[in-house]
């Protein structure tokens, strides 16, 4: 099983400012996809990334994701209120079991 | 409208059974693998099984193999979790969503296991 840990836990960023989150994963392999979901409270999860840096359908082009092998990052530019979320990677393909990070809280001060 | 809406969740005693249910429309149900997503109060999110387009595969995590069976309907665009053997530990929302990547979700349904 592929393990996920996001790191920080939380941010706490002001609105105009980037948020960079990241996802390593414990092992790297050429079926292995990343997604990014952000999560409002109350909220169902929302796609926002997948295949490591390809937008999501509605998903505003603040939003952006990179990396291979191991190593992730979801940058989110100009912080809006509105970004207020927990934000999780996952990775698919290939065989199951599909895992997702333990999170990242973004807060707006 | 696109979309997923589960049903089925509520409270059970520990070592009772319970039956989701994931109603979809708008999209063709029967081209799409399905999953089970769940999320303990205050906690993250946890992949829980997935069943291929065509049915002819399941995979499970492991804190539920054995004990849950995920199905589908295709000629009703219905998607099944079968809970048995409930745990305490089994108590969240639990989640239907589409494909992978999981770009569409269901609202969820709470399901709590306590005596």
């Known amino acids: 099983e592929i393990v996920l840990t996001q790191s920080p836990g939380t941010l706490s960023l002001s609105p105009g400012e980037r948020a960079t989150l990241s996802c390593r994963a414990s092992?790297?392999?050429?079926?292995?996809?990343i997604a990014w979901y952000q999560q409002k409270v109350g909220q169902a999860p929302r796609l926002l990334v997948y295949?490591?840096?390809s937008r999501a359908t509605g998903v505003p082009d603040r939003f952006s994701g990179s990396g291979s092998g191991t190593d992730f990052t979801l940058i989110i530019n100009r912080l809006e209120p509105e970004d207020l979320a927990v934000y999780y990677c996952?990775?698919?393909?290939?065989?199951?079991?599909?895992?997702f990070g333990q999170g990242t809280k973004v807060e707006i001060k | 409208q696109v979309q997923l809406v589960e049903s089925g969740g509520g409270v059970a005693q520990p070592g009772r059974s319970l039956r989701l249910s994931c109603s979809a429309s708008?999209?063709?149900?029967?081209?799409?693998?399905m999953d089970w997503v769940r999320q303990a109060p205050g906690k993250g999110l946890e992949w829980v099984a997935v069943?291929?387009?065509?049915?002819?595969?399941?995979y499970y995590a492991d804190s539920v193999k054995g004990r849950f069976t995920i199905s589908r309907d295709n000629s009703k665009n219905t998607l099944f979790l079968h809970m048995n053997s409930l745990r305490v530990e089994d108590t969240g929302v639990y989640y239907c969503?589409?494909?992978?990547?999981?770009?569409?979700w269901g609202q969820g349904t709470l399901v709590t296991v306590s005596s």
């Open positions: 092992q790297s392999g050429s079926t292995i996809s």
């Open positions: 069943i291929w387009h065509d049915g002819s595969n399941e």
């Open positions: 969503a589409r494909g992978g990547p999981f770009d569409l």
């Open positions: 996952q990775q698919y393909g290939g065989s199951p079991p599909w895992t």
């Open positions: 708008g999209f063709s149900f029967s081209n799409y693998g």
């Open positions: 295949g490591a840096s």
